[in-house]
């Protein structure tokens, strides 16, 4: 088991597998592109799982069930616990840990823009649009009050203020032939 587990650390970077959790940033920023939490089952490899919570997979070896998520399957909600399920009915329950040296706003695979902050903190987002075809304006989301600017570049500058409240909002942006671009935007304030 040891040897396993210590395979599966050759294969990645260790501060990126958890024993009997999975924890991870909010978003993919600190350049890896996968986190594992590895739990105990007994043949595992011999049953096919599935998982409850989309961005994750469950992926077995041996006598380990590894519960992966990657930066080109990264969900835009962080959920608390993912459920793997195998085809005879048994369960593991994967706890998730947000955990992170600091967290930094950025586009997932979904297209949604992430912005983490810490409790009393504004975050801000400044980067490429996900289109290049975005126009110089301002635009305001109604509900988050979020502001969102493109600059020449073009470039995307996003800034959501302590006030703000959690959630999901967007940036409704217009590209260079007049067609409204709506961003999602999700506020997350780290606890």
């Given at each position: 088991?040891?040897?396993?587990?210590?395979?599966?650390?050759?294969?990645?970077?260790?501060s990126?597998?958890?024993?009997?959790?999975?924890?991870?940033?909010?978003?993919?920023?600190?350049?890896?592109?996968?986190?594992?939490?590895?739990?105990?089952?007994?043949n595992?490899?011999?049953?096919?799982?599935?998982?409850?919570?989309?961005?994750?997979?469950?992926?077995?070896?041996?006598?380990?069930?590894?519960?992966?998520?990657?930066?080109?399957?990264?969900?835009?909600?962080?959920?608390?616990?993912?459920?793997?399920?195998?085809?005879?009915?048994?369960?593991?329950k994967?706890?998730?840990?947000?955990?992170?040296?600091?967290?930094?706003?950025?586009?997932?695979?979904?297209?949604?823009?992430?912005?983490?902050?810490?409790?009393?903190?504004?975050?801000?987002?400044?980067?490429?649009?996900?289109?290049?075809?975005?126009?110089?304006?301002?635009?305001?989301?109604?509900?988050?009050?979020?502001?969102?600017?493109?600059?020449?570049?073009?470039?995307?500058?996003?800034?959501?203020?302590?006030?703000?409240?959690?959630?999901?909002?967007?940036?409704?942006?217009?590209?260079?032939?007049?067609?409204?671009?709506?961003?999602?935007?999700?506020?997350?304030?780290?606890?």
């Amino acid at each position: 088991m040891l040897l396993l587990l210590s395979g599966l650390a050759l294969a990645q970077d260790p501060s990126t597998i958890a024993r009997d959790e999975i924890r991870m940033p909010l978003t993919p920023s600190e350049g890896h592109d996968v986190y594992m939490g590895v739990f105990d089952h007994s043949n595992a490899d011999v049953k096919r799982w599935t998982s409850d919570t989309e961005g994750f997979t469950c992926e077995p070896e041996g006598d380990l069930l590894q519960v992966i998520v990657r930066r080109e399957t990264w969900p835009s909600a962080v959920p608390n616990k993912v459920i793997c399920t195998a085809d005879d009915g048994r369960k593991v329950k994967a706890r998730v840990v947000v955990d992170s040296i600091k967290h930094l706003a950025m586009f997932v695979s979904d297209g949604t823009l992430v912005m983490p902050r810490e409790k009393g903190n504004a975050s801000i987002f400044t980067g490429p649009p996900p289109e290049e075809n975005i126009v110089v304006q301002t635009g305001k989301t109604g509900s988050l009050s979020v502001r969102c600017e493109v600059r020449p570049g073009p470039e995307l500058r996003v800034v959501v203020e302590p006030e703000n409240e959690d959630g999901l909002g967007q940036c409704a942006l217009q590209d260079n032939n007049g067609t409204m671009v709506r961003v999602p935007v999700r506020i997350v304030t780290i606890k």
